[in-house]
Nanobody, 127 residues
Framework: QVQLVESGGGLVQAGGSLRLSCAAS????????MGWFRQAPGKEREFVAV????????SYAESVKGRFAISGEYAKDTLYLQMNSLKPEDTGVYYC????????????????????WGQGTQVTVSS
């Protein structure tokens, strides 16, 4: 059973940086595609970034491209999301997720493709 636990959220001023972590169990990183999603108050959850099981191929939402970077560490079985140049519109609960099937990055922008989810971590960006 895959378990995912996010950490690293918090309050930061616009222009600042945060690094989110997602600790996985059971050799998840490198075995499953993994992604980050976020949900702002009153809005639906949306795709942020994905990394395939090869640990190299990534894809990002247009709104975060050039500012966020997804990566992972095999030894720690941990997924990361480095967030730079944060904006107030980046505020929300951030979730990591893992998909049991392998597929391309476009397919994995859909949250329905993911089988396992963490509990989320709150990110608040003040203006």
């Amino acid at each position: 059973q895959v378990q995912l636990v996010e950490s690293g959220g918090g309050l930061v001023q616009a222009g600042g940086s945060l690094r989110l972590s997602c600790a996985a169990s059971g050799r998840t990183f490198g075995s499953y595609p993994m992604g980050w999603f976020r949900q702002a108050p009153g809005k639906e959850r949306e795709f942020v970034a994905v990394i395939l099981s090869n640990g190299v191929t990534t894809s990002y939402a247009e709104s975060v491209k050039g500012r966020f970077a997804i990566s992972g560490e095999y030894a720690k079985d941990t997924l990361y999301l480095q967030m730079n140049s944060l904006k107030p519109e980046d505020t929300g609960v951030y979730y990591c997720a893992a998909a049991s099937g392998s597929s391309g990055t476009d397919y994995l922008k859909d949250e329905e493709r993911y089988n396992y989810w963490g509990q989320g971590t709150q990110v608040t960006v003040s203006s």
